[in-house]
């Protein structure tokens, strides 16, 4: 298995993909600050391909919640890879190798809406590794679709967003979220369930 | 009723999927989802949406935990780069200051000293009259202008001994004076006698009250040549 090396903390492409689907809040930070070691591979390629550091930063953003919601929504999976070779060690494909590859076709997008080179797709699609059938690569849609916060912060009040905020991801007391808002526990429970009954819509679309 | 029943149904499978209920109604909501489907599909989509949420502030939080190892990032590199951009100034400055020099230096070389042409300034250097001219006067203005043809035939120790000789007569005007002083430091300087150049230049350089006009630049000119003459080189 694939050990990659971190400045403080260091996880085994297994441990990430683990890691990320127990879904708590530190453990995803310090997941995401790990991964962070790739923006500089990520920057050389969209400097390489007429970017600017800026360009990759926005890349980076965008591979990074593709990278859990496709780890969450279990589309991406560390599969072996076949080997004909019985004695071979098993092999795996590396999430390095699977973030770059996700950068490179995020950029791609980007290049092509963007409409910055001539004949750069013919070029850029001739570098790339076809050997994409055990990825759901080729499934990946732009950060818009696949973003879960997007999604909830473009439909649902501000209102609706801090409580359903303060009472599943920072785990505040229905009587602390009254009065913190200055309204009644009773209120703060027929709102959150309001927007969890849009919310719930939304997504069972 | 009905909104009072599903919202009190909706907070029974939150607290259930939040794992708060008592043992009990844990069991009840668990024999509901057994056994009842239209219940069971209910408290899905909850935990579905329940989980889309946490993910969704999970992604925010990311989100903002690389937006600030990117800002990090940045600043350092900017950090790391203004010493060179400093660098990089000073060198430009350094270069700049270089090219100046040189083209001043080549300027103060290779222009030749220019001084006030005493040829059109006859009465300036002589006065308008000039009957009452003595025998050594008339020597001394000859001489001036040989010394001025010698060095500009390159003859310039010819020109030294003209100009030496028009300098000894004592009662001319101070205009010609100066003048036949300055022609002949510059012509010691083409002779390579630096230092008796060097005497006369700086008899005159702080004149406050000279007649003859000299201008800075041909100063510095004159000045530029006699450093290079006592250190050997000749113009």
Known sequence: MNKIKLMAETFTDQQVVDGLLKREKSLTNRIVAYLYIYQESITHMVMANNGRTEDAEDVFQEMIIIFLNQVWDEKFKLIKLSSDDPEEEEKYIKISTYLYKLANRIWLKKML?????QNWEDKFLALQ??????TPLLQITSEEDSSRFKKMYSQLKEDCIKILDA???QDKSIREIADELKITEANVKVIKHRCIEKLKKIITR | MKQAEDHEEFNTIEAYLLNQLDKKTMADVEYRIKNDSEFAKKVKEIQHTQLFIKEAFLERSALETIKALQQKDREKFKKETQPKRKTVYWKKVVSFAAAASIIIISYLSLTPVEFPDT?????ITRGLDTTNFTREQ????SQFFDGQAHFAEGEYLLAVRDFENAATVKNVRPYFREATQWHLALAYTKSGQALKAERIYKQFSECVDCEYPISPVNRWKLWW???????GRLF
């Not at chain 2, 008339?138 to 203005?141: D, G, K, L, S, T």
């Open chain 2, 225 to 231: 040549r006699i450093q290079w003459a006592k250190n």
């Open chain 1, 129 to 134: 590794d076809t050997n994409d059938e055990y």
């Open chain 2, 119 to 123: 040829e059109n300034d006859f009465h």
């Open chain 2, 138 to 141: 008339r020597i001394a203005f």
């Open chain 1, 113 to 117: 809406r963007d409409k910055k080179q």
């Open chain 1, 167 to 169: 009472f599943y991801f």
